[in-house]
């Protein structure tokens, strides 16, 4: 049992569309309490939190007025600006005021001074590994952000051993002072059948009957255009009938917009925008294949999404995607149109090579949970803790 009293998350992120962080930040929050129910964790947010957002036993906390934007990599200076008073002027004010033992930073940015020791996550190094990925704004924004956050904090995790990887290299703290625990994959992803469920997504939707999935932002690092060169041959053998793609249009996806009217398939190509969760598990099992051929992921989420809903998965041979699909996935260099184009063809055509790769699919996606990434969280406050004498 940990002899402290209580811990603060930032936990903004659990507002809005849960996207990466917020998934991250509401699944510790959840497991926490579960794990040492001894602790009283604290949301520090900026507005009051919706329905189905407070997982029990955690205690919300509203920290200043409402500033936070809906996308935080195209949403200007202004909100860098909120931001950057609400880490460093009012969260502090908060910590002394609830008494809290420490601070969990959940994405990137730490008070510059802080009344209790502070952890905090780096998801990923993408302003360093993949240069342009962003608006020129974000990308000096994380520039600045992320090796002073490393700097301030007693302790910092990573998603990936990976990402651990390009922090020592790219901003160089102590190794003993960083810590990899990978995401996990709910029991919600799982292989759905269902027929009514089936349906009910077909139609919300507007499905094709076979597909090829994209999930995540439509960005630049996504190497969309590469999907969709690789998939013209097959969607001209009639192998598939469409590229479905699920997630928000970020920095480039006009490029791909674009890249689709230049391979003449824009009308094969289903935007669907952000796919709320309960949907989300049911889209991955009636997909023929997921592709996630990024330029770099901290993670890779969608990988073992998939893996848990029965979907084979290509993905990159870079960044974190080779240790989080192990040996259940097709993986290729970002770009390879020729090479993405056979291992998709390969999943498509090869029954017995798809099923070999689902079954290792399911396996892998077993080896992720939740509650294994809390686990590790809180041996990573035990430690700070320690340390600090509390």
Same mark, same amino acid.
């Not at 004010?93 to 994405?107: P, S």
């Not at 904090?153 to 901003?171: G, K, P, Q, W």
């Given at each position: ?21 917020? +998934? ?44 936070? $934007?809906?996308? +935080? ?32 930073? $959940? ?203 029965? $979907? ?29 184009? +056979? ?48």
């Amino acid at each position: 049992m940990l002899d402290i009293r209580r811990i603060a998350l930032d936990a903004r992120r659990l507002n809005g569309l849960k996207r990466g962080v917020g +998934q991250y930040v509401f699944q510790l929050a959840k497991w926490l309490p579960k794990l040492e129910p001894n602790i009283e964790y604290l949301l520090f947010v900026d507005r009051p939190l919706g329905a189905g957002s407070m997982p029990a036993g955690c205690r919300e906390v509203i920290v200043g007025r409402p500033f936070t $934007t809906e996308s +935080q990599s195209v949403s200007g200076m202004w909100s860098k600006i909120r931001s950057y008073h609400w880490m460093n002027y009012l969260v502090p004010r908060a910590l002394k005021r609830e008494r809290a033992d420490l601070f969990h930073a $959940t994405n990137f940015a730490v008070p510059v001074r802080a009344v209790c020791p502070c952890v905090v996550t780096i998801h990923d190094l993408i302003y360093a590994r993949a240069p342009g990925a962003f608006e020129p704004l974000y990308e000096r924004y994380l520039k600045m952000t992320v090796p002073a956050a490393v700097r301030r904090a007693r302790h910092v995790i990573t998603d990936s051993a990976a990402t651990r990887d390009d922090l020592l290299e790219f901003v160089r703290p102590e190794p003993s002072r960083v810590s990899v625990v990978h995401l996990g994959v709910g029991d919600e992803y799982r292989v759905h059948n269902s027929p009514v469920e089936i349906e009910r997504a077909r139609q919300i939707l507007r499905l094709p009957s076979r597909f090829i999935l994209h999930v995540g932002a439509i960005e630049r690092r996504k190497k969309l255009e590469t999907l969709l060169a690789a998939a013209v041959p097959l969607l001209s053998a009639h192998l598939v009938d469409e590229v479905v793609l699920a997630g928000e249009e970020g920095h480039g996806a006009d490029d791909v917009r674009h890249a689709a009217a230049e391979l003449g398939v824009q009308d094969r190509v289903r935007y669907l925008g952000y796919v709320s969760q309960d949907l989300l598990p049911v889209l991955y099992s009636l997909a023929e294949v997921l592709s996630l051929a990024s330029v770099y992921e901290g993670f890779g989420m969608p990988v073992l999404e998939a893996m848990a809903c029965g $979907t084979p998965v290509v993905t990159s041979n870079v960044s974190s995607l080779p240790e989080i699909a192990g040996d259940a996935a097709l993986t290729v260099a970002p770009g390879d149109i020729d090479g993405l184009r +056979q291992a998709l063809e390969r999943l498509l055509t090869d029954s017995g090579f798809r099923s070999e790769m689902i079954r290792r699919g399911l396996a892998r996606a077993r080896a992720f949970s939740w509650e294994r990434t809390a686990a590790g969280h809180l041996a990573v406050y035990r430690q700070v803790l320690d340390e600090d004498g509390n």
